[in-house]
């Protein structure tokens, strides 16, 4: 069936500090989404990207389509980083497959 | 302006009870879903509207009624709650298959 993993589940880390998300994907995709989580549940989204690069503030993101993954870079990142990151990826079938988050706590 | 709104934001209920949560987005979209998120977080599709018509039912049991009375609008009645059916709920909208979706605020059902 469809997976889509995500890594690493959890990453802790101090203000300030650059981190790296990855989502691997099983099949092609034509919509790749990456979305925060944020402790008040709303579902923020960050990223609409199928391939290529992307940035928004201190916020990247890159999908390599042809090898199936993307990762989420979170440069100096702050307490309001903090939350579940979700990939989600649709195969053309009208519905996101998410993966299972990473959930990222940012200490000051 | 709220791009995709959902009511309530909480619901608490008692097991067997019929419950509705509506939803509402003015982005013009064509398409509209139905998530669930567990208690682990994991989010998974319910249904997939487009046009007013289904076009994905996720295996869900038909104690699930979704309603899409115009484009703008889908709703979700569930008859005779039961306690494996406390999650949020998640409404999304987009311009049909791999445009980029919106999601509402959610809404916490709990089921006592």
């Known amino acids: 069936g469809i997976q889509v993993e995500q890594s690493p589940p959890d990453l802790i880390l101090q203000e300030g500090a650059n981190s790296t998300l990855r989502c691997n994907f099983s099949?092609?995709?034509?919509?790749l989404q990456w979305f925060h989580q944020n402790p008040w549940g709303q579902l923020i989204n960050l990223f609409y990207i199928p391939s290529g690069t992307k940035q928004n503030g201190r916020l990247s993101a890159t999908t390599v389509a042809t090898e199936r993954y993307s990762l989420l870079y979170i440069s100096s990142s702050q307490t309001t980083d903090s939350g579940v990151y979700f990939c989600a990826v649709e195969f053309g079938d009208y519905k996101l497959s998410f993966g299972a988050g990473t959930t990222v706590t940012v200490r000051a | 302006d709220t791009a995709v709104s959902q009511t309530p934001k909480y619901l608490v209920t008692q097991m067997g009870n019929d419950k509705s949560i509506k939803c509402e987005q003015n982005?013009?979209?064509?398409?509209m879903y139905w998530y669930k998120q567990d208690s682990k977080k994991f989010l998974k599709i319910m249904f997939s509207y487009n046009n007013k018509e289904l076009i994905i039912n996720e295996t869900v049991p038909n104690r699930f009624s979704p309603k899409s009375p115009d484009k703008a609008h889908l709703n979700l009645h569930i008859n005779s709650l039961e306690l494996g059916d406390s999650a949020v709920y998640f409404c999304?909208?987009?311009?049909?298959?791999?445009?980029?979706?919106?999601f509402g605020p959610g809404t916490r059902l709990t089921v006592l």
């Open positions: 099949d092609s995709v034509n919509n």
């Open positions: 982005l013009g979209h064509d398409t």
């Open positions: 999304a909208s987009s311009h049909g298959a791999g445009h980029e979706q919106f």
